[in-house]
């Protein structure tokens, strides 16, 4: 690695909540520096899951991110000119990184709603382990199963 490790930057809680998390999941949303349209979808996703008679909305956020985060996946190595898909640990806050963006990726694969609306669901989806982005949890989870036989290749 050339140079020095880059020194991670401390992210302040969200206003409404206090969550680390939640403040995370806002800049993943941001698009463009617009840090205040992203804390209006999250925070009005949060709205509607409240009225969709969840029980509170922080609880199905963190039960969401714990259902979409995955902990192997496959990385691709080079041994004697065959590239194998090597199964890996999935770091702390990869894990924290991957599900927020599956989540979000699967909130605006969705058409035709307010972004606040398609999270909301996806969000409501996840915690009750289903919806695109557990599926593609699911899918790096097998993608690595199916590949545990070069894990020996792995250091």
């Given at each position: 690695?050339?140079?020095?490790?880059?020194?991670?930057?401390?992210i302040?809680?969200?206003?409404?909540?206090?969550?680390?998390?939640?403040?995370?999941?806002?800049?993943?949303l941001?698009?463009?520096?617009?840090?205040?349209?992203?804390q209006?979808?999250?925070y009005?996703?949060?709205?509607?899951i409240?009225?969709?008679?969840?029980?509170?909305?922080?609880?199905?956020?963190?039960?969401?991110?714990?259902?979409?985060?995955?902990?192997?996946?496959?990385?691709?190595k080079r041994?004697?000119?065959?590239?194998?898909?090597?199964?890996?640990?999935?770091?702390?806050?990869?894990?924290?990184?991957?599900?927020?963006?599956?989540?979000?990726?699967?909130?605006?694969?969705?058409?035709?709603?307010?972004m606040?609306?398609?999270?909301?669901?996806?969000?409501?989806?996840?915690?009750?382990?289903?919806?695109?982005?557990?599926?593609?949890?699911?899918?790096?989870?097998?993608m690595?199963?199916?590949?545990?036989?070069?894990?020996?290749?792995?250091?």
């Amino acid at each position: 690695m050339r140079g020095k490790q880059a020194v991670a930057r401390l992210i302040l809680p969200d206003t409404k909540f206090g969550n680390i998390h939640v403040a995370k999941f806002i800049n993943y949303l941001m698009h463009d520096g617009k840090k205040t349209v992203a804390q209006e979808i999250v925070y009005q996703a949060f709205e509607i899951i409240l009225k969709k008679g969840e029980k509170d909305a922080l609880e199905v956020f963190e039960n969401a991110i714990k259902n979409a985060m995955p902990s192997l996946e496959v990385k691709s190595k080079r041994v004697g000119g065959a590239n194998y898909q090597i199964p890996m640990p999935v770091r702390g806050e990869r894990r924290y990184a991957l599900a927020f963006h599956w989540l979000i990726l699967a909130a605006r694969a969705k058409k035709g709603r307010p972004m606040a609306q398609k999270l909301a669901d996806e969000l409501i989806a996840a915690s009750k382990n289903e919806g695109d982005a557990v599926k593609k949890k699911q899918d790096v989870q097998r993608m690595a199963e199916a590949n545990r036989a070069f894990a020996h290749f792995a250091r």
